[in-house]
């Protein structure tokens, strides 16, 4: 079992939809919880950073940790054309080592 | 802030010659750099982890002479790529933290191909 685990995808929505993206992980030490965006030929890009169980908000995008599920989300609401990426789910327990999802391809459709 | 730099963005080579890609924190210093592998589709692979001024830390199965890892400061970490072969070929990703329990921050890759 990997120790995170998230579905490839891909993933297609209309533009303006809600997007849902998830992802489980199975140990229990993990306190910080990230999620990224990659673009095609590009590095990652930090979108949230949240410590711990609860929900975090910026702009279009909420994060939400769910410790007792083991269970991580990415809310993006109304979306465009431009979140059409893939987006990593990742985890660590505050030391330096850092677990990445496999990554979900999300394409929004104009 | 948090922007890592690495240059350069692509690379051409031939077989059996090096390359060096460079890692920059341009506006923290950072205490541990990291090196990623990332093939087409795939998610990141951790090659090695790096610390200023102690040699790197290799993942299992990363040829530690082939990829010559050098932290030389807090701002700045390079890769080389030794004896590149045509398998070589990849996007290498860099990434940087501020310390334990700060998220890594990612350059923009390094797609390197080897003719």
């Known amino acids: 079992q990997k120790e995170v685990e998230q579905d490839p995808g891909p993933l297609s929505v209309p533009e303006g939809a809600i997007v849902s993206l998830n992802c489980t992980y199975s140990n229990s030490a993990f306190q910080y919880f990230m999620w990224y965006r990659q673009y095609s030929r590009k590095g990652p890009e930090l979108l949230m950073y949240?410590?711990?169980?609860g929900n975090k908000e910026d702009g279009r995008f909420t994060a939400q940790v769910d410790k007792s599920s083991k269970y991580i989300s990415l809310f993006i609401r109304d979306s465009q054309p431009s979140d059409s990426a893939t987006y990593l789910c990742?985890?660590?327990?505050?030391?330096?080592?850092?677990?990445f999802g496999a990554g979900t391809r999300l394409f929004v459709k104009a | 802030g948090a922007v890592v730099s690495q240059h350069p963005s692509w690379v051409i080579c031939k077989s059996g010659t090096s390359v060096k890609i460079e890692c920059r924190s341009l506006d923290f210093q950072a205490t541990t750099m990291f090196w990623y592998r990332q093939f087409p589709k795939q998610s990141l692979m951790l090659m090695a982890t790096s610390n200023e001024g102690s040699k790197a830390t290799y993942e299992q199965g990363v040829e530690k002479d082939k990829f010559l890892i050098n932290h030389a400061s807090l701002t700045l970490s390079t890769l080389t790529v030794t004896s590149a072969h045509p398998e070589d070929s990849s996007f290498y990703i860099c990434s940087a933290t501020k310390g334990q329990g700060s998220p890594l921050h990612f350059g923009n890759g390094t797609r390197l191909t080897v003719t």
């Open positions: 990742a985890t660590s327990s505050g030391g330096f080592k850092t677990i």
């Open positions: 949240t410590y711990s169980s």
